[in-house]
């Protein structure tokens, strides 16, 4: 299950090293290596409960330019004054049925995508914005969250699902020892938890199919029917 509130690393730790070590103290820091592999592996694999996350990206925009925040690892959908805009990728402005290429800020209808750019040291996501941004425009985006190197206590551990975690640690440790049988039949558990967490939780909830090449959350555009 998910853990009732955000899971600290501390309380990860408290909960679930006797899966990854038989230090309680960590002396030589094997459960913080354990989870921290297990979380990244995680994060590779899906979207999964609390990975996404509606935020604010107005400040974040210059010249018509979306750099994310180094915490978030892609952005999933995009509303700019509360319209949704679709995301494309940046082989669009290059295909024949597709706009040309533009410059940020001229007035299309699409946000692209322009993949990660390392010139600032981070290796950042970043997208140009077609449409003008005004000094009064408001952009929100659903961003999926980039695994981050867990080291304090104070740390959130996400995603917090305790038996996952649990699965994935035991994964880990059996494929540190060379038993790959047991490993990938620890991870494929973790996973069956994780995913049969995400269909309970959606329950009722009409999502849209977020594999449409027009964007997630967004409905087709009429210019490309």
């Known amino acids: 299950m998910a853990y009732e509130r955000p899971l600290t690393y501390a309380e990860a730790k408290n909960r679930l090293y006797k899966h990854a070590t038989d230090d309680f103290d960590d002396a030589d820091g094997t459960f913080g290596i354990r989870l921290n592999e297990a979380l990244e592996r995680i994060y590779t694999e899906g979207i999964w409960d609390g990975l996404m996350t509606r ?106 699902n305790l038996g996952a975690l649990k699965h994935a640690l035991l994964a880990i440790t059996y494929e540190d020892e060379g038993d790959i049988q047991r490993s990938t039949a620890f991870w494929d558990e973790c996973y069956n938890i994780l995913n049969s967490a995400k269909q309970v939780n959606r329950a009722g909830v009409h999502n849209p199919n977020p594999q449409q090449q027009w964007g997630f959350l967004t409905g087709k555009p009429v210019n490309i029917l």
């Open 55 to 160: 935020t604010s990206v107005t400040d974040h925009i210059t010249d018509e330019v979306l750099s994310l925040p180094y915490a978030y690892e892609a952005m999933l959908s995009i509303a700019i004054d509360d319209v949704p805009y679709p995301i494309m990728g940046k082989q669009y402005e290059f295909m024949q049925g597709g706009p040309g290429v533009e410059d940020a800020g001229e007035g299309g209808s699409f946000v692209i995508d322009l993949g990660f750019d390392s010139s600032s040291g981070q290796s950042i996501r970043k997208y140009k914005i077609l449409p003008d941004i005004l000094s009064s425009t408001t952009v929100e985006g659903l961003l999926k969250r980039r695994f981050v190197y867990l080291t304090d206590n104070s740390d959130e551990v996400i995603p917090s």
